[in-house]
């Protein structure tokens, strides 16, 4: 029998459709459509044809070379830009995106130029700044950066859209939310506007999500990881009914060998210029696996199989292999989190493997109880 491909991916698609079907019921009760963020997940082309199966039918990326492979593939969806548009880039925007987020006016205009010459409208969220620093406009600037997107033509003004723990991990709040609220309030009745996206945020945002009695004006959200891992991203827990192991890395060991727990000789700086510590545990199975740095985020990884990672370089994890027998040939699982799915589902040398719903049948497996 052929051995598998390693190292590779296996991507469970019942899982991801298990888990988007629910998400879109559960934050539809509330009155709030969702956009299925694939951009960690490379646009694969597989996972987003289950997202539309899944009654999602608007995509979102931050590369628009993904964007045009998803358009070029004629799947039927909305596609979202959902980074501001680079200068250098306005014409594939205008091409291939139905709408981005944008928070320069230089880049807007750029934007109303290209749609003109390409007899189009495309559709505008202006993101907002709500304290994680990530990208946005300060809230009290905004009244007068939409009386300059208004009279651009091309353009349409398609909403509102704020972000949370992206990069200074601010939470979500009732109180924040609440002001985002007011503030799309205040500027729907000063310039008589019906916004049709108020895009609140991202997975952060379940945990204030359950927990409201009142979403005020948010109707849209973008979801990434609570679909592929069934995880909200404030605390990393797990979403009830949702799966968690939708994803799972699979490497092979090239090398099983006893070895001194502590590299011998003059040491100085590895390859990555960090000078590592190592504790003596004596002699070890020391089992290296096919995958390194170069491939996936090695601190995203944890082991399913009885092993302890040691370290890594571009191309190896080093394992303690304790009490496993490991052999060159043999296969190691890993679980990962989205940092290490992210660089996976991107890397040319990971074999991506799709398992339908025809493969498996443990739905009951790995799934987080309601």
């Known amino acids: 029998m052929m051995k598998e491909i390693a190292p590779r991916v296996e991507i469970d698609l019942r899982k991801i459709k298990h ?27 597989e996972i987003a044809k289950t997202l539309i199966e899944s009654g999602i039918t608007s995509l979102a990326d931050t590369k628009i070379v993904n964007l045009k492979r998803m358009r070029m593939a004629q799947l039927n969806a909305t596609f979202m830009l959902i980074r501001t548009p680079a200068l250098s880039e306005i014409e594939q925007v205008v091409q291939f995106a139905d709408m981005s987020m944008n928070t320069e006016i230089e880049v807007i205009r750029a934007l109303s130029a290209e749609a003109v010459k390409q007899h189009k409208v495309h559709s505008v969220i202006l993101m907002v700044e709500m304290g994680d620093l990530r990208e946005g406009i300060m809230p009290e600037d905004v009244p007068d950066f939409i009386r300059q997107v208004l009279p651009l033509p091309g353009i349409r003004m398609a909403g509102l ?71 909200e991203t404030v605390h990393g827990s797990p979403i009830p009914g949702l799966y968690q192991d939708a994803f799972c890395l699979v490497a092979e060991v090239i090398e099983s060998k006893w ?93 991506k493997k799709y398992l339908h719903a025809s493969e498996k049948d443990d739905s009951s497996v790995n799934r987080t109880s309601a």
């Open 19 to 45: 888990n988007a079907q629910v998400l879109k019921k559960l934050y539809g009760e509330k009155g709030i459509q969702i956009t299925g963020v694939v951009k960690g997940v490379g646009a694969s082309l």
């Open 161 to 231: 859209g704020t972000n949370f723990a992206c990069f200074g991990g601010i939470i979500p709040t009732e109180q924040k939310m609440k002001e985002f609220s007011d503030l799309v309030k205040t500027i729907q009745k000063q310039f008589s506007l019906l916004l049709p996206y108020v895009s609140g945020g991202n997975s952060a945002n379940y945990q204030w999500f359950k927990n409201t009695k009142d979403v005020g004006m948010m109707n849209h959200i973008r979801l990434g990881e609570s679909i592929f891992l069934g995880r």
């Open 259 to 351: 070895k001194p727990s502590v590299p011998f000789g003059d040491r100085g700086r590895n390859a990555f210029g960090e000078t590592v510590s190592f504790k003596d545990r004596g002699m070890i199975r020391r089992a290296i696996v096919g995958i390194g740095r170069q491939d996936v985020l090695v601190s995203g990884l944890t082991p399913v199989t009885p092993v302890e990672i040691l370290g890594s370089s571009s191309d190896h994890i080093i394992l303690d292999a304790k009490s496993s027998s490991l052999r060159p040939g043999d296969e190691v699982r890993f679980s990962l989190n989205y940092g290490a799915m992210l660089s996976v589902m991107t890397s040319p040398y990971v074999y």
